[in-house]
């Protein structure tokens, strides 16, 4: 539930700086538009935003103000900063005038945990804990015993995450985790800000999670590849992406590695890694719903994640199996470039 950076922008984005080319035409100078980005590390993951305007200055104050609400967000909803409210709530238990995205992302995380039956679960930070501490220096480097997992899950339930106004409380050792879902919410408040200043062809991509309006510089769908994960410089598919989000759950250098495997993606009702898929990557009208049904269907694995997709109206999903299978879920192929 951590980063997810197996989506590839590379060379298929196409994000060179464009010279300033200005068109002579009649009594007045028109300058085309041109593409402008900036990247920084927030949310612990390289955050990229890139916009196309004409006007440079412009471009990089609203691509500045989409970084402020990142910003705002990482301060309210990162477990590692002891001052943001989800630290609070897990030290406390209770928050109260909690901010209203705090509570949008906890109330939405909650409606995702019932429609995956548990499988994303922002309660599963005890879990991850109990994991981590095997495998950190002076632990045993041995997974869990199974009643240390049991005794764990026991403070694993989304549904007792109780909200009343901006009051959210949850109960005694108890603790969240947003990892699966702020960096999703961070890309659609910073794609909303971009909008609200009349930007009309940009995306937002954060370690994976990105969303992507209006058309590239080609005048065309804004296009993603997909990493094999076999050869690191070759692609699955591209996608084409136009006013949709996508976003991968599971790492490929994560898979491959035992220590860092153990406690990346576990199943909030098992208390158990998930190892059925090397990742899955999921399309749909916003980055907040893409983050979250990536981290199910990874933990739901192949079955049960597509047919859960397979519900869902605008929403499409690709999952690599562990023994390398590629599955589409029935939509999938209306995104892939031809």
């Known amino acids: 539930m951590k980063n997810k950076p197996v989506l590839i922008l590379g060379l298929f984005i ?9 068109v002579y035409s009649g009594t007045e100078d028109v300058q085309e538009d041109q593409e402008f980005k900036v ?22 104050e609203s691509i500045e103000r989409a970084f402020d609400k990142i910003e705002n967000i990482e301060k309210t909803m990162s477990h590692f900063n002891n001052n943001s409210e989800v630290a609070t709530l897990n030290r406390e238990g209770v928050i109260h005038e909690a901010d209203p995205g705090m509570v949008y992302v906890i109330e939405t995380s909650k409606r995702y945990s019932e429609l995956s039956n548990g499988a994303f679960d922002i309660t599963i930070k005890p879990i991850l804990d109990l994991w981590e501490s095997k495998f950190k220096p002076g632990g045993t480097f041995e ?7 049991n005794n764990t899950l026991q403070l694993v339930d989304y549904s007792s995450i109780e ?20 960096k999703g919410y961070a890309v659609d408040m910073a794609i909303e800000s971009l909008k609200n200043d009349g930007i009309e062809n940009a995306f937002v991509n954060a370690g994976g999670d990105g969303k992507y309006i209006g058309l590239s510089s080609r005048q065309s ?34 898979y491959f590695s035992d220590d860092a495997r153990a406690s990346h993606i576990a199943d909030p009702r098992t208390g158990y890694p998930s190892e059925e898929l090397i990742s899955a990557t999921v399309i749909a009208e916003d980055s907040i719903s893409a983050d979250s049904l990536a981290t199910a269907v990874f933990v739901m694995g192949k079955e049960d994640g597509l047919e859960m997709i397979e519900q869902l109206e605008k929403t499409e999903c690709l999952i690599i199996t562990d023994d390398k299978e590629i599955i589409r879920s029935s939509g999938f192929s209306n995104y892939e470039a031809s």
């Open 14 to 22: 196409l994000l060179a700086l464009a010279a300033s080319v200005i």
């Open 39 to 60: 990247t920084r590390n927030l949310m612990n993951t390289p955050i990229t935003i890139t916009v196309i305007h004409t006007d440079e200055t412009y471009a990089y």
């Open 143 to 149: 997974p869990p015993k199974p009643e240390e997992i």
């Open 163 to 182: 909200i009343e106004g901006n009051t959210i409380e949850i109960k005694p050792d108890m603790s969240i985790v947003l990892g699966g879902i702020a």
């Open 221 to 254: 769908p804004w296009k993603v590849g997909l990493q094999n994960p076999d050869r690191e410089q070759e692609f699955i598919t591209i996608i084409n992406m136009h006013d949709m989000a996508v976003a991968t759950s599971g790492n490929y250098e994560r």
